[in-house]
């Protein structure tokens, strides 16, 4: 038996923001996802909810190390001497020394913001820290297990961790979700269908069908062919649950898989810029670069935005049913979306580097 329990990390104050899950089985536990620092309380509230030992906890594991994600890893650690942080073997450094990663969160949230939301955000002790492997699985009990996917295309440090155990009744394990950071997609609760759905497992929750998806094209390390290629691995996973950071599980279904492809190649051709470039890319030719147009001629931020938003809204027709503050948090990742976009475009626009 295992279970797998849904944290609401309350980020920026607000409930269904970003999900914290623990996982537990009669041998161990795992928590996948921290939150930022001041969520560090919520989560092991939470495990003392369940009634869950601090030294049964062996892994604490993170998508990434954007803040969101993995601010709380280093004050976890401290708290659960026993566990091991699982990162990707490019962010290990910044959870080592988040200095960087709260320089970058200051400059686009502000100081107040980062005292009220993210708190201090501690380094991981050295000795707890893990630089993973992709493919590798952990056992966390009998035929339960978490297995290490890397993922770029939101970052290249970013990876996927599915969770694999047998059906009830059943002996062979098959992927029952794929805990997907930010690497898939966005789905808050907005976005939902309002049936409930069922899962074979009685202790993990199924949550809601998505109705509309947002991803999250974020700067500076926006990746759109990388991230194709991560969507095509999650599809080859065959999960039964997504358990999305941003906002809780989902059935899975291959249409969720080709709407992201949707939406990330809406990102990059709405542009007729990027579309030349990508292929001149592709194709090593860099004469197509001599008629492209000059930065200055790429969408501004804010029309980039408004598309991006309205990409959204029009998945489901929702624009009628979102509440202030999934509105505004709907904007805000909008505009990181956007400058996460622009970016890249400049970066396609910058002359190749001499080998």
């Known amino acids: 038996m295992f279970s797998v329990k849904v944290v609401d990390c309350h980020y920026e104050g607000k409930p269904e923001l970003a999900a914290s899950y623990i996982i537990s089985t009669p041998v161990t536990t795992a928590i996948v996802e921290t939150g930022t620092a001041v969520n560090t309380d919520i989560i092991l509230a939470a495990l003392d909810e369940a009634g869950i030992q601090k030294d049964a906890v062996s892994l604490i594991a993170v998508t990434h190390v954007h803040l969101d994600h993995a601010g709380a890893a280093g004050a976890l650690a401290r708290q659960l001497p026993n566990a091991k942080v699982l990162c990707h073997p490019h962010g290990t450094r910044h959870l080592a020394d988040p200095t960087a990663l709260i320089k970058g969160a200051t400059a686009v949230h502000g100081e107040e913001r980062m005292r009220l939301f993210y708190g201090t955000t501690l380094p991981v002790p050295k000795e707890q820290l893990v630089a993973t492997e992709n493919g590798h699985c952990y056992p966390l009990g009998p035929s339960v297990s978490l297995q290490v996917h890397h993922s770029p295309g939101h970052a290249p440090h970013h990876q996927f961790l599915s969770l694999h155990a047998p059906l009830p009744g059943g002996d062979t394990p098959v992927c029952v979700g794929v805990f997907t950071g930010d690497g898939f997609a966005a789905s808050y609760s907005f976005m939902r269908r309002p049936e409930s759905a069922r899962c074979p497992w009685p202790n993990v929750p199924a949550g809601r069908p998505t109705a509309s998806l947002m991803v999250h094209a974020i ?20 999960p039964h649950l997504i358990f999305f950071t941003h906002y809780g599980p989902a059935p899975f279904t291959h249409e969720m898989i080709q709407a992201a492809h949707r939406m990330v190649r809406t990102h990059v051709f709405r542009c007729p810029i990027a579309f030349i470039l990508l ?23 804010a029309s980039l935005t408004t598309e991006v938003t309205a990409l959204v809204r029009a998945q489901q027709q929702i624009a009628a049913t979102v509440p202030d503050d999934f509105s505004d948090r709907l904007q805000v990742d909008a505009n990181l979306c956007a400058h996460g976009i622009t970016m890249w475009r400049q970066k396609q626009l910058s002359p190749p580097k001499k080998q």
Do not use: C, K, N, T
């Open 279 to 301: 292929r001149a890319r592709a194709q090593d030719d860099y004469v197509a670069l001599v008629a492209a147009p000059s930065a200055a001629e790429l969408p501004s931020i």
């Open 219 to 238: 700067p500076p390390q926006f990746d759109p062919v990388a991230w194709h290629g991560s969507l095509d691995l999650l599809a080859g996973l065959q």
